[in-house]
């Protein structure tokens, strides 16, 4: 074994870990508003709004002007690359807006999904080419930290060995360019929902993938307690026709994480992949609640779970902009103190909190 | 990936954590007392006595009369199998003397380390060959865990990729093995204090090691909750001329645990490594005062550490066994206040306690 050569110097690591750790401290999660133009489509689509870059700005515009109490259940906001350019309606920048607010900028980095051949239809992630340069230049301009998602699907013969090898190898490239340059990465291996397999082989396939992630990381020299985890909840396939309880989601989740993933990460935020708003709160605060022991905060990182009723609310009528930030500050809330175990579930719920928001295949 | 072929059903899972958990339960450690007859050898030879059978029997029965008040800081004793058939003198075995203290019985399964080809002197270690059905006689012989012994040394260009990647997956198999049987694999990788390197050398190298001997569990199905973990503590190489403090060696210990080691497993029990007694009870202590949280207990599975007084103090004379036994009864105790962080010090300086144990390039 070569010498080692240090991949980071402890100025660097204090400012990667510090980042990490204000992202999650104090039961707070994530905004996960980074759809691409084409995700964003299939969500205005649904409520019936042209998917335009100024209808873009203008649904965003309401998310982040909400009352500065947010940053009590928001430590951080992911966007897209066009989001972070974007201003509100006086000039000023939405990154700017979010910082005065106390919430850290992050910034989607993957460029999307490429096939693996001689898979059943399986994929890798692109995005590494320059990601350096790219790295560096958000840095700049605001952002402190970034979020790159690999998929792997449960199905005949999947994920291959091939599949979580090379997502997981990378996302550890990903991570170590990102601390090269500062930003904390979120590390995303999601394990999709779709399938008719239970909650069980879900289990089996999360404790593999994220074995094989962390072994990467390792390999890769990634700094662990500078990094985010982004996983899946471990919950049965979406068509299986058995139904599971959030306490049975939570020890299935927290076994499988508390098997693979180092204590030394500071935080994990679930993403919520298509479950309804409000299974989403109710799963976390099972999993927060679980009596295993659980060295890492669990927290959220939510993009449709957080926003179904906001958009639900908004229609694309600037009138609507109260009712949206209202509908966007409850769940919010709700997700936070299910962070910290302390959600109490009221039993008013309207449509759009607990419609699934499961679309096949998801792609942002 | 095919769909998953339980490899232990839960009863099977559940009886090998309630073992694991009695071992490592609070203010308890391992009496590592299964020494080779080689290495039998060198110890009796230090005290001028001849190494016979009798003479190694004579000797564990000084440590396995020891009175109740090592019940609260032995959990489990190691034997070797020569040992695992001996009786006191008045025929009543080992084993079953171990038994009625409430302390779990051991034993060492690994059959020494062999060359691997290529290398700077690296080794992997056999013993696999016939390993299920020796294990299945232990268990109905009385044992209830293993343990197996890796070795893996820092040099120049050591330890290799090689080394590191066969000693993983010898000790995953083993592990395995182990558990199809009842019995619980104490996994012990290694990697010795021989050399000049610094503290954060053998901090790298712990991690990379670490982390390669996880994959390798995850990738034969180990079930990490059965498990225990025997490692060095991170410490600088013998001949390293910067001298670090317990304090030092703690963080950096904690550090590289945090950074590899699952929350699912129950206990680390640290190697003592050629520690004199003294320094491995500090070491120990203040690992486990180091404010970094861990999730798993954190004491001792010592060879040299808990006998060198006692070894000092028999030198063969059976008029000497009732004092040897007190000296090992007193550092089975320090040690059992070290795993919690409340041992205060002996404050007394020289005999056998501070005089280092290092043997260059051990072997058991």
Request: glycine share 8%; aromatic share 6%; charged share 20%.
């Amino acid at each position: 074994m070569a010498h080692r050569f240090p991949a980071l110097t402890s100025e660097q690591k204090k400012e990667l870990s510090e980042i990490a750790q204000r992202i999650v401290a104090n039961g707070k999660g994530i905004l996960a508003a980074d759809e691409s133009v084409g995700t964003m489509g299939n969500r205005l689509q649904r409520i019936k709004v042209e998917n335009t870059e100024e209808n873009r700005r203008q649904f965003r515009e309401i998310l982040f002007t909400v009352d500065n109490s947010i940053n009590q259940s928001i430590g951080g906001v992911i966007l897209f690359h066009e989001t972070l350019y974007q201003k509100d309606s006086e000039g000023k920048l939405f990154r700017n807006i979010l910082k005065e607010k106390g919430i850290v900028v992050g910034i989607k980095l993957d460029q999307g999904g490429a096939p693996l051949a001689g898979t059943n239809k399986e994929t890798t992630i692109q995005g590494l080419d320059g990601l350096s340069e790219r790295c560096a230049q958000y840095k700049k301009d605001g952002a402190d930290f970034g979020k790159w998602r690999a998929v792997l699907r449960i199905d005949n013969q999947c994920p291959s060995n091939l599949a979580i090898q090379e997502n997981a190898n990378a996302l550890a490239r990903y991570a170590s360019i990102c601390q090269q340059n500062g930003l904390v990465p979120i590390v995303e291996p999601e394990v999709i929902p779709d399938g008719d397999h239970d909650l069980e082989h879900c289990q089996y396939v999360t404790e593999k993938v994220l074995a094989a992630v962390y072994k990467a990381l390792n390999d890769h020299h990634v700094y662990l307690e500078g990094t985010l985890l982004k996983p899946n909840m471990v919950t049965a396939g979406h068509a299986c026709t058995k139904k599971y309880t959030p306490e049975q989601v939570a020890m299935a989740t927290v076994t499988a994480l508390h098997r693979t993933v180092p204590a030394a990460v500071p935080g994990i935020c679930f993403l919520s992949g298509g479950m309804s708003e409000e299974d989403a709160t109710l799963n976390l605060n099972a999993i927060n609640l679980c009596p295993l022991p659980k060295p890492w905060k669990l927290s959220f990182s939510y993009g449709r779970a957080l926003q179904a009723s906001a958009l639900a609310a908004w229609s694309g009528k600037a009138a609507n902009k109260k009712a949206t930030q209202e509908a966007f500050m409850k769940r919010a809330l709700a997700n936070s103190q299910a962070a910290k175990g302390q959600y109490v579930h009221t039993g008013a719920s309207s449509a759009a909190s607990t419609q699934s928001l499961f679309t096949a295949c998801y792609t942002y | 990936m095919p769909h998953s072929y339980p490899a232990l059903s839960a009863e099977q899972k559940k009886e090998l954590s309630d073992i694991a958990l009695r071992i490592v339960a609070p203010g308890k450690g391992i009496l590592a007392a299964d020494e080779s007859v080689g290495s039998m050898a060198k110890r009796l030879s230090q005290i001028g006595v001849e190494n016979t059978e009798e003479n190694r029997r004579l000797y564990r029965q000084v440590l396995f009369s020891a009175d109740d008040r090592v019940k609260k800081c032995i959990g489990g004793v190691i034997f070797f199998h020569e040992t695992l058939y001996q009786k006191d003198d008045n025929g009543v075995p080992f084993v079953r003397t171990i038994q009625d203290k409430g302390i779990v019985v051991g034993i060492k399964v690994d059959k020494g380390v062999v060359p691997l080809a290529g290398t700077d002197g690296e080794t992997t270690t056999q013993g696999l060959d016939g390993l299920s059905e020796r294990c299945a006689q232990y268990k109905k012989d009385g044992a209830d865990f293993a343990k197996w012994r890796c070795v893996l040394k820092i040099s120049e260009r050591t330890p290799s990729a090689l080394a590191i990647l066969e000693n993983a997956n010898v000790l995953a198999r083993y592990a395995s093995i182990c558990q199809q049987n009842g019995i619980v694999p104490i996994v012990e990788p290694e990697i010795l204090p021989d050399g000049d390197h610094d503290l954060k050398r053998c901090q790298y190298v712990t991690e990379k090691v670490l982390a390669a001997v996880y994959k390798a569990l995850s990738d034969h199905h180990v079930y990490l909750e059965g498990t225990l973990l025997k490692p060095n503590m991170v410490t600088p190489g013998h001949a390293c001329p910067i001298k670090y403090s317990p304090e030092e060696i703690a963080m950096a210990t904690v550090t590289a645990l945090r950074r590899s080691v699952p929350p699912a497993v129950p206990g680390v029990t640290f190697l003592s490594g050629g520690q004199s007694e003294e320094e491995a009870s500090l070491n120990l202590n203040a690992i486990n005062r180091c404010p970094l949280p861990r999730p798993w207990a954190l004491t001792f599975s010592y060879g040299r550490a808990l006998q060198a007084s006692a070894l000092n103090a028999w030198r063969g004379q059976q008029d000497n066994a009732g004092a040897a036994t007190e000296e090992f009864i007193k550092r089975a105790e320090v040690n059992g206040l070290a795993a919690q962080g409340k041992y205060e010090g002996s404050g007394e300086d020289g005999g056998a306690a501070a005089q280092s144990l290092y043997v260059a390039n051990h072997a058991y």
